[in-house]
């Protein structure tokens, strides 16, 4: 692949596998939720590519949604894990809804625990978890994911929402970032 910028170091998935694997997950959802009407919640910024493409490749009526939040991935030593707080909220309630939390990565687990106790206090119908990208292997907590497009292991990635300081979000395939450039202060909030 050409035009890749500088401190990539390799492809993990290109841009034809990415969209080839969430057209199957978008099929399996449809297949589930099928007869009633779903609510995608975006987590801000880093799910919003993943997002879109699957919400265009849903087949059921759906609604969409986003919050934001700050978070502390610990990815980096000495970096405070499993700090989150909402910084946006969602727009709406999510009361009797069903509902499909979509996030860029499971890493450790910890925002999408948060994310998961503080929507299931708001009385959803249901509440599933679905991510592009899960890292098993660095799980401290254990969250129920329902659709994943990807397990990936323990290097750091960029591309398809993903980003190192904010940038590499817009690339179309998911990339392993040259780890001699990784800065450990920067792996932290959105
Ligand atoms: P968790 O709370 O440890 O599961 O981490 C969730 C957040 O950490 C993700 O939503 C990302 O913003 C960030 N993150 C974790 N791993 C990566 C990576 O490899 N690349 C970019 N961001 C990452
Ligand atoms: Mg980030």
């Avoid at 590519?49 to 849903?58: D, E, M, P, S």
């Avoid at 009526?61 to 405070?80: M, V």
Wanted: aromatic share 6%.
């Amino acid at each position: 692949m050409t035009n890749l910028p500088e401190p990539i170091e390799r492809v993990l998935y290109t841009e034809e596998q990415v969209s080839t694997r969430i057209q199957e997950i978008a099929a399996e959802i449809s297949a589930r939720y099928a007869g009633r009407h779903l609510k995608l919640i975006g987590v801000l910024k880093g799910s919003v590519f993943f997002l879109t493409a699957l919400a265009r490749a849903i087949t059921i009526p759906l609604k969409i949604d986003f919050l934001a939040i700050s978070s502390f991935n610990g990815h980096a030593q000495g970096s405070t894990a499993g700090m989150v707080r909402i910084a946006k909220d969602l727009d709406d309630a999510i009361e009797d809804e069903d509902i499909l939390l979509v996030e860029d990565i499971v890493d450790t687990g910890f925002t999408t625990r948060y994310l998961l106790q503080t929507l299931a206090g708001r009385g959803p119908r249901s509440l599933g978890i679905c991510t592009l990208l899960d890292r098993t292997s660095r799980r401290i907590v254990q969250v129920p994911v329902d659709f994943r497009c990807f397990e990936i292991g323990d290097r750091f990635v960029v591309g398809c929402g993903l980003d190192y300081k904010q940038l590499y979000r817009n690339l179309g395939c998911v990339a392993v970032l040259d780890p001699r450039v990784l800065d450990p202060a920067a792996l932290e909030p959105e």
